[in-house]
């Protein structure tokens, strides 16, 4: 059986992505290992087995692929939520800039948060 071990998000500075997915999104630190100048750090929820790897996005590759993500309005990624109302208060409540507010969408409510670090991630709770 194959299934996601690991996924990257491209970030403008890993220690600063680092506190933020830990800190205020409350990930777990998996990994963080010292590559002589260079930081390999991963994240994931409590209980969850995927990894998120918070990659340096200063390659020429990357820098355009969040730009156009961005200029777009589009989430690099998508975490889901039970309570996606009591995260937005509480995640408001923390200084966390949304760029949309929780709104419904067919199945699901979703809002849309600015990592501090390039990206825009989108929160989903389904409904019903």
Not at 67 to 76: N, T, V
Not at 101 to 118: F, H, I, N
């Amino acid at each position: 059986m194959i299934r996601i071990a690991m996924t990257s998000v491209y970030v403008d500075d890993e220690e600063k992505a680092h506190a933020f997915y830990r800190d205020v999104l409350g990930f777990e630190t998996r990994t963080d290992l010292d590559l002589g100048g260079a930081r390999f750090i991963t994240v994931a929820a409590p209980g969850q087995d995927v990894e998120l790897l918070l990659e340096p996005g200063d390659s020429p590759v990357a820098e355009q692929y969040r730009k156009g993500l961005r200029e777009a309005g589009l989430p690099c990624i998508v975490l889901g939520v039970d309570d996606l109302r009591a995260e937005y208060e509480r995640l408001s409540g923390l200084g966390v800039t949304f760029t949309e507010p929780p709104t419904e969408q067919g199945p699901l409510l979703t809002a849309v948060l600015d990592d501090t670090v390039g990206n825009l991630i989108q929160l989903a709770q389904p409904l019903g």
